[in-house]
């Protein structure tokens, strides 16, 4: 018999004694990213590709689908009753939702824009975490990944993919035919070791020291220390990144580099690499900052950035190892 989203969140809430309105507060998220898959998949036939051309906070140019799912995030949210308040990649500030509320929702609406107008995968990635008591100000949402209830991302690819976790293992759940999340995979592990490796090459010149000789022992492959050979994939979308890291195992990264010491790697702690890091922690995976778990940084600002290593254990220790030696 197949397992909805619903079901599955009904017998979680039952089996662990959930925190109450959880189930409903992730509902709605699913719900928006039902509304931006709709979007996605009409593309130029609803004229909806290319630039908004208006830049986000972080000084990056939005593509008219980034403003279009996140506004769809935000009037989906802001009309549960559970969600206190929003913060959203694309946002200056933090959105206040509904004054008795018990969430925060934290989200990247459309992870991988560079990849929207060539058709290539894209995701919402997204990130609860309890309302502090008292009144809602930035410092309400600076907690740690570890604090996170639940997390999860929707992939828009071939199939239309939501993974999730409420902190007891992971679920996938595949679009079927009647527009509805079924269940498809549980308590996914990902493999302890691996050969197969994700990064950005063109930065190469400007990665710190031990992520140059890392990524050089790689390429060496048989012939270098690791004495294996490593196979490159690099998507530009974390979330297809991190969803093939699920599925047959590898590592991510997009690491600190020496350009600007103000931005201590491309992608955002809270948006980002605190959902994901989850993700990755709950199917048996590590992720760092090649110094600290990512999920015990303490942050101190909604759009921080930081250094992401994530994936099979074996191979993301040796790189935080590596760091820490020298
Ligand atoms: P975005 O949130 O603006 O889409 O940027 C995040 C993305 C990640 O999905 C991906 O890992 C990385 O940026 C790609 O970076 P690059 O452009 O260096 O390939
Ligand atoms: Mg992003």
Known sequence: MSVLLNDYLQQQQQIHDLPPNLTATLLSISEACLQINQAVRLGALDNILGSARTGNIQGEEQKKLDVISNQILINTL???SAVAGLAS????TFVSANSNGQYLVLFDPLDGSSNIDVNISIGTIFSVLPKPVGELTTASFLQSGRQQLASGYVLYGPQTILVLTVKHGIAMFTLNKNNQFQLTQENTQIPVQTA???INMSNQRHWQAPMQEYIAELLAGKTGTRGKDYNMRW?????????????????????????????????????????MSLLIEQAGGVATNTRENILDIQPDQLHQRVAVVLGSKAEVDYITA???NY
Not at 246 to 270: E, H
Request: include cysteine.
């Open 196 to 198: 197969e490796f994700a």
């Open 322 to 324: 590596k760091h820490q």
């Open 235 to 275: 998507v530009a979308s974390m979330v297809a990144e991190v969803h093939r890291i699920l599925i047959r195992g590898g590592i991510f990264t997009y690491p600190q580099d020496q350009r600007d010491p103000s931005k201590p790697g491309k992608l955002r702690l809270m948006y980002e690499a605190n959902p």
């Open 78 to 80: 802001c009309a549960q």
């Open 89 to 92: 990649e694309e946002e200056d």
